[in-house]
């Protein structure tokens, strides 16, 4: 059967969505690590801190500009493909685009064009306060996407124009509540946290990997004041990153037992409404067939997650479709992709606690001064610093999936509320399919190529490692020069 526009539209911008943010999220974090680097150069006169700064720095460069290119698509989209959506809600979804675009992005960029040509120009500690101006950019920027899409979840402070049948802000007091929305909170800690994650998985992951290999070509001074610290640094974000992702996530996912009953019941493929719910490892088939088979569940540990009380009520999934049928009319299947949300939703926290666990293997293989010496270890932890990209990438196919069929979930605390959208009914009435497919393959070719140079710069240049100024404690014998390094920055 051929797809149509609805689900070309769909298919379209989750590759799009999901390939931007694979980038996004080391933006976000990398970016006040690195100007912490700078800070602690600045504050300890260490020259190990700056040539860190200066190639972290490179390597958050070539990630901004890539997730730059991506991003752009996102716009067009809106106003494309879903330009159905785009009328009915855009005076309100609009509005912290607009400032995310006029504010943040423009500060982010303006103060990293100052970093990047203002090394040697500016004084140091304004050269710094640039770094961290782009770092305040970034998660400002975060604040203002994260508060639309919040918005998608859990529309606020908005009503229905009587005049023009479409949703409108409900003045300033609007606009503010939409700032204030619950849900917006919970999400911007769990992806600023998130962030954190990939970003320590990055330093940590190349700073191991080359550890390794300083240890063994005999270059203690480089592997200990260069190498290994940042491996720790790397190691302890990590695991404050995990610890906090951990626990917005907790608080995030009982606001959304509370207000998209049906998304946690699709992760947890909770086909009936019970007390003492439990954590199903694996499952499979569906409850709208009666199919669904659970395999090792842990009894009541559901219950806590959603209610923090092992033995509370919590809704399934043929409740939910009755509720939704009872307020929103029949006719419509209101349960989400199952398998989608269920899976995604355990690779999100599997592999975000691998990460974290990472972290802390680290910190204690380099405890007490230790080195990383083995190639082994140090491949294994440039490898496996791609974990929380992928966490990152699942959480949001989770997120997106499981509000299904909804473009913009109904607030289910204010029934009287008309602001709601079916995914379907935002979809484009002209932009025929064959436009859609044939952008699709266009942006999935070009997003490929885009990936490959993004690899292969990445890799090129971490492979090229640095110069690490000799200390005192290098020096050949008396009044000798101190070896040349072999690692080039």
Not at 112 to 135: E, K, Y
Not at 192 to 217: E, K, P, Q
Not at 292 to 304: D, G, K, Q
Request: charged content about 15%.
């Amino acid at each position: 059967m051929a797809l149509d526009g609805l689900d070309l539209a769909r298919w379209q911008f989750a590759i799009t969505t999901v390939y931007h943010f694979i980038l996004v999220p080391l933006t976000i974090g990398l970016s006040p690590l690195v100007a912490l680097m700078e800070a602690l150069h600045l504050r300890t006169g260490d020259e190990q801190w700056r040539v860190a700064t200066k190639f972290f720095g490179k390597i958050l460069l070539i990630n901004f500009a890539l997730g730059v290119a991506t991003g752009i698509v996102q716009e067009f989209q809106f106003g494309m493909n879903w330009s159905e959506y785009s009328r009915f809600v855009g005076n309100v979804f609009g509005a912290p685009l607009a400032f995310e675009a006029l504010l943040a992005f423009f500060m982010e960029s303006t103060f990293l064009g100052l970093w990047i040509f203002g090394w040697d120009r500016l004084s140091p500690r304004l050269h710094n306060l640039c770094m961290w101006m782009v770092a305040l950019g970034t998660n400002v920027s975060a604040l203002f996407i994260l508060a639309a899409n919040s918005w998608m979840q859990h529309p606020v402070g908005a009503v229905i124009d009587e005049q023009t049948g479409r949703a409108r802000l409900d003045g300033v007091d609007g606009f503010l509540r939409v700032l204030a929305n619950p849900i917006l909170w919970t999400t911007v800690v769990h992806v600023i946290s998130s962030a954190f994650l990939v970003a320590g998985a990055v330093v940590l992951g190349v700073s191991a990997w080359w550890m390794t290999r300083a240890a063994r070509a005999g270059q203690d001074y480089e592997a200990r004041r260069l190498w290994r610290r940042l491996t720790r640094l790397g190691a302890a974000v990590m695991i404050a990153a995990g610890a906090l992702t951990a626990g917005s996530g907790h608080v995030q996912g009982q606001l959304v037992v509370a207000e998209q009953p049906a998304k946690m019941a699709a992760a947890e493929m909770l086909c009936q409404t019970q007390r003492g719910a439990g954590f199903t490892v694996a499952a499979f088939g569906s409850c709208r067939d009666g199919s669904a088979v659970h395999l090792i569940t842990v009894p009541r540990v559901y219950s806590f997650m959603a209610a923090n009380d092992p033995d509370a009520e919590v809704m399934g999934l043929n409740d939910a479709q009755a509720m939704y049928e009872r307020a929103y009319g029949g006719g419509v299947d209101y349960t989400p992709d199952e398998m989608a949300a269920f899976w995604s939703f355990r690779l999100m926290i599997g592999l975000g606690m691998a990460s974290a666990g990472i972290g802390a293997a680290a910190l204690w293989l380099t405890r007490s001064g230790r080195l990383i010496a083995s190639a082994r270890l140090g491949a294994a932890a440039l490898w496996t610093m791609w974990l929380p990209f992928a966490a990152c990438s699942f959480g949001w196919i989770f997120t997106e999936i499981g509000r299904q069929p909804w473009a913009v979930a109904p607030n289910l605390a204010d029934p009287a509320s008309q602001v709601r959208m079916l995914t379907a009914d935002g979809v484009s009435t002209v932009v025929s399919p064959a436009a859609v497919l044939t952008s699709m393959i266009v942006f999935t070719l070009l997003y490929a190529a885009l990936g490959a140079v993004w690899y292969l710069l990445l890799r090129r240049y971490i492979r090229e490692g640095v110069r690490t100024p000799a200390g005192p404690d290098a020096a050949a014998g008396d009044g000798a020069a101190a070896p040349v390094l072999s690692f080039e920055y």
